[in-house]
């Protein structure tokens, strides 16, 4: 039994994440009242990693997640790309937008239109950052990436580990009040494995570090670089993220090939 589970870690981490958070998100999002308990959900992805690292890799395993976590020695202007980044990609997409005829309103994103002051955006940002950020990247880019770069290339295993993140967030769709109410689905299947090819490029790049990961996570629901649908059936903004995104995978494409980075990166890698 014990090598049985040892041999499939990526299936135990994907039981248990979507296990332990459907659990709670199913129920609330048909209507059943949960509290405080259904909003407690930002860190399953990653104590579903903790517990399957521990299970399948023993200290081994789990001591990579720690180093991974705390791994900021990638060159400053990694740390521009992810933090700068999704806001100049979202300040595009909105530019793109009102070009075609929409307005600055609808299209920018809410943090920079709410009454909050601007000097309170890097507190939001660190609040972000530590709660989506830390809560999934630690799974998906933590425990996930690496073992599908064992199998796959990385454009392969972007868009595998981007099809199974969008489905995590499948509840969503049914629950009032979340982000992503009533969004068509075929649209989450579809910039979210954009997002995952634009995650694995940042983590190849930074020695596969989380906490690069869990920055970008911060600034790109911060800056909504998946916008949401303006109005009923305007799909405008967020097909033309979509569309942004799409072609800057094609240059990371053209440029790198399918492995979206030149030469090995075998920090990438899980150590057991």
């Known amino acids: 039994m014990e090598q049985a589970y040892r041999g499939h870690p990526l299936v135990i981490f994907f039981v248990l994440a979507f296990a332990i958070t459907w659990v709670v998100w199913v129920p609330r999002a048909a209507g059943v009242p949960l509290g405080i308990l259904g909003q407690v959900w930002t860190w399953i992805p990653a104590l579903a990693a903790l517990l399957t690292a521990a299970l399948t890799g023993g200290r081994g395993a789990v001591r990579d997640l720690g180093a991974r976590l705390v791994r900021w020695r990638v060159g400053w202007q990694w740390y521009a790309v992810v933090i700068l980044g999704p806001a100049v990609f979202s300040l595009a997409v909105a530019g793109v937008y009102v070009l075609l005829g929409g307005s600055w309103a609808a299209a920018l994103p809410p943090v920079l239109l709410g009454e909050a002051p601007l000097v309170m955006l890097p507190l939001f940002f660190v609040i972000l950052t530590v709660t989506d950020g830390l809560g999934e990247e630690l799974a998906w880019r933590g425990f996930a990436l690496p073992r599908l770069l064992l199998q796959h290339n990385a454009l392969v295993a972007s868009l595998i580990l981007g099809v199974l993140w969008a489905l995590w967030h499948l509840p969503l769709i049914w629950t009032e009040g979340a982000s992503m109410y009533q969004q068509p689905i075929w649209l989450m299947l579809v910039d979210i494995?954009?997002?995952?090819?634009?995650?694995?490029?940042?983590?190849?790049?930074?020695?596969?570090?989380?906490?690069?990961?869990?920055?970008?996570?911060?600034?790109?629901?911060?800056?909504?670089?998946?916008?949401?649908?303006?109005?009923?059936?305007?799909?405008?903004?967020?097909?033309?993220?979509?569309?942004?995104?799409?072609?800057?995978?094609?240059?990371?494409?053209?440029?790198?090939?399918?492995?979206?980075?030149?030469?090995?990166?075998?920090?990438?890698?899980?150590?057991?």
């Open 193 to 272: 494995p954009a997002n995952s090819v634009l995650f694995t490029w940042v983590f190849l790049h930074t020695r596969g570090s989380v906490l690069l990961a869990m920055l970008l996570h911060g600034a790109a629901n911060l800056f909504n670089v998946s916008p949401n649908v303006i109005s009923a059936g305007d799909l405008t903004l967020p097909l033309l993220a979509v569309a942004a995104k799409g072609l800057l995978i094609v240059v990371l494409i053209l440029v790198a090939g399918p492995n979206l980075a030149r030469g090995p990166r075998p920090e990438t890698l899980p150590q057991t």
